[in-house]
């Protein structure tokens, strides 16, 4: 973690030293790239950039270590047999059975698909030379709520039915009648927008203020060594609230996609079992 915080402080030096005076500010531009790839398909127009890489290169290495780990399986699991194994237990146990319950462990092998290409691509925020979790933009997390969303109501209508399931969802057991009229609106719009909305907003947010509080001081570090006087004094303090950020970061990488995998259960629960 510490050669990652030091990492990020070279690769933002020529950002920090760049401007005729006064501290340079981290600002969104990061997060807009410039093109890499660009192409038109079916009248559609397609970029290719810094953080599309990045997506992919997350990706490629979490299916590589688990095909690895799964290579040559073995009684006594070696260390990324274990690690592998480990983390799909969690999912496994701890979500989709304990969540979901006995009829959640189909859904076992999506929940950790989803957690460890989560994990994957939260990682890279603090992988030297990346520094960028591809879920800090918005458009990547939405994307995935919306797969979630769409995956928990064809569930829900295909277990309940319809009519049954939209009933259930505008209609939340023992609300008086009069009530409904506030009530239904309420409950529509929470299932069907804001449960998606939120579970984007949430990994998107975690992994932007990461991203941006860890620029912030390793940029601090750099300009406070470079811009004279006593103010190199402070640059170690800067330098070490990076590294301290980073582990943080480690927590908030981990706990956010346990958090997206949780709640999808939690929705798939309930498209699964009524509401009693």
Known sequence: MTSSALALVN?????????????QAPTIAEFYPESLVSFSLFGIDFEFTRITFILFIATAAIMLLLVLAVRRPGIVPGKLQWLAESGYSVVRDGIARDVIGPKGLPFAPFLGSLFFFILANNAMSIVPFFQISP??????PLVLAVFVWVLYNYIGIREQGAAKYFKDAAIPPGVPKA????VTPIELLQVFVIRPFTLAVRLFANMFAGHMLLVVFSLGAVYLLQVGN??????????????????FELLVIVLQAYVFTVLTATYLNGAVEPAH
Do not use: N, R, Y
């Open 135 to 140: 879920m800090s933009k918005f458009a990547f």
């Open 230 to 247: 006593l103010s190199a004094i402070f640059a170690p303090f800067s330098l070490i609230m990076a590294i301290v950020m980073t582990f």
């Open 179 to 182: 009530a409904l009229i506030l």
């Open 11 to 23: 690769v933002l030096a020529a950002e920090g030293s760049e401007g005729d005076s006064g501290f």
